[in-house]
Structures are given as C-alpha cells and as structure tokens.
C-alpha cells in the first residue's frame, strides 16, 4: 500500500519533509538525494539532487506512481529486521541512469553538470556522458539545411559542429549526430556511452524498433520500407561492441547539454556541404 510505503520511507529517512503544495501538475520522485520523497516541483526536487552523487529521480503524472518508483530501490522487509536492520533493508543504493533495456526505455530528468576540465569527459559511474542533436531548416523542402551538434562538455576538444551530408532531414541529421559521437567515443577507446537527445524516434528505433525490422528484411508492419534504412543500419553497426545507454532529454526545455547540443548542430547546418 502508498501509506505503507511512506511511513516506512520516513522511518528510513527521519529527515524527509513532503512539500504539502497543491500547485503543479506532476510529482517528482527522488529515491537517492539530500532528502528522499516525493515534491510537486522541479525546484524542490532539483535541491535534492543537484550535485548529489549517485542521485536518483524521475517525474510522474501521479503520486502512487512516484511513491512506487521511490520502492522499487527498496528492498522489502521481513518483520523480524525492522527493528535491527531498518535502514540496510529499506534502502538500496541505485544510479543516477535508468539504465534503457532492448524492449524498454525509461526517461529521466538529469541536470547536467559539465567537468571542471575541459579536456576531461564527465562520467556516470562507468559510463561516459554525451549529448547530440539535428536540426534541420525548412525540413522538407528543397532548401532544407541541416546539422549535428554534438557536446561532450564546455569547450570539449571532442565537440563536433557539422553539416548533414547527403539528404537534409531533421531525422537524419538526429541519427548521424548519435553517429558521430559513437565514432568520437571509439576514438577515445570509450566502451561504455551514455547518449542523451532529444529525438525520441532515434532512441525508439534502436531499443524498440530495430530488431523487428530486421527480422521482417527492414519493412514496418504495414509492409512498407522502413524510413531512414540506411541510417539505421549505420548507426546499429557502430553501436556493436559498445554498451550505450539511450536517455531522452526533453529539448529545449533548459538543459544545458541538449541546448549546448542544438547550438552546435545549428552552427553545422549553417556550413557549406563538403
């Protein structure tokens, strides 16, 4: 039950507080911060998890989902332990990243924080950090011009800024970003990659979508051709041999790595093609 999980919360963490505010539509949730529970909003949250190691949190539509999100980092406790082992039963340490399955993708909201080093890439637990972006002007049409963007940090040797080659497409331009950091990673002898963008449709196709279309010759279920093949298959060959985790940043929306990402991919659509 909610109230159960509460109460046991509170006894966890004796210096959780809830916000009693009805304003605000949505309920963020931090299992692992300055103070575990659930708030009303991105302010009260973001006090709780910004620069906190390991932090762990999600916004939700609902509060029973936010408080069930907060337990399922909770181990569940017999009656016998309560009373000697409270906190090693209750609370189980968890990373920052929702780490995205083959059929499953979770998102979150994760401020980012750049390296003081600007020749240094910043990391989450084993994993390297990077942001990419397209965009693409008058997507469509026979002036379209489109970029990559992609952001490893403030003044990163790595960051690219380049012109979409070939067909302009805000979708191609998405996908060959996630390309090109993939290939900057590889550089860098980097295995393990967390990618953050705002393209849910390059995400979806890698982690949902791609293994059907290949089991079905890269055909949709309606039997057409799937969009944007190549790209794909580029982007799945790259991928082999690393562990990439893909987020979802909402775009424009005050991220400073996605919107660091987009001024480098406007830059590129603004270079002549090569």
């Known amino acids: 039950p909610v109230m159960l999980r509460r109460i046991l919360t509170l006894v966890a963490h004796p210096f959780y507080f809830p916000n009693s505010s009805k304003s605000g539509d949505m309920f963020y949730a931090v299992r692992k911060g300055r103070r575990v529970g659930v708030y009303r909003t991105w302010e009260e ?3 709780q998890v910004d620069k906190y190691k390991c932090a762990s949190f999600k916004k939700f539509a609902t509060e029973e989902d936010a408080w069930d999100f907060i337990n ?3 181990a569940e406790p017999s009656h016998n332990s309560i009373g000697k082992h409270l906190d090693a039963c209750l609370y189980v340490e968890s ?3 929702e780490l995205v399955s083959v059929k499953r993708v979770k998102y979150t909201e994760v401020p980012y924080t750049p390296s003081e080093n600007k020749d240094k890439i910043t ?3 084993e994993y390297a950090v990077v942001y990419t972006d397209g965009c693409c002007s008058h997507n469509g049409r026979d002036k379209a011009r489109a970029g990559t963007g ?3 940090g403030p003044g990163h040797p790595l960051n690219s800024s380049e012109r979409l080659p070939g067909r ?3 979708q191609r331009a998405e996908i060959y970003a996630a390309c090109k ?4 990673a590889k550089s860098q002898n980097i295995k393990k990659l967390v990618i953050y963008t705002d393209s849910k449709f390059t995400i979806d196709g890698m982690t949902n979508w791609i293994l059907n279309w290949q089991k079905n010759g890269w055909k949709t279920k309606s039997g057409e051709e799937v969009t944007n093949k190549e790209e794909f298959e580029r982007l799945s060959k790259l991928s082999e041999g690393m ?3 893909w987020m979802h940043v909402p775009g424009h929306a005050g991220f400073s790595g996605n919107e660091a990402a987009d001024r480098l991919a406007r830059e590129g659509a603004g270079k002549p093609l090569s």
């Open 45 to 47: 949250c973001k006090e």
């Open 72 to 74: 399922e980092g909770t």
């Open 95 to 97: 990373s920052l990243i």
């Open 123 to 125: 990391y989450m637990g």
């Open 150 to 152: 992609v952001y490893w």
């Open 168 to 170: 302009q497409t805000n």
């Open 181 to 184: 950091a993939i290939e900057l």
């Open 243 to 245: 562990d990439i985790q």
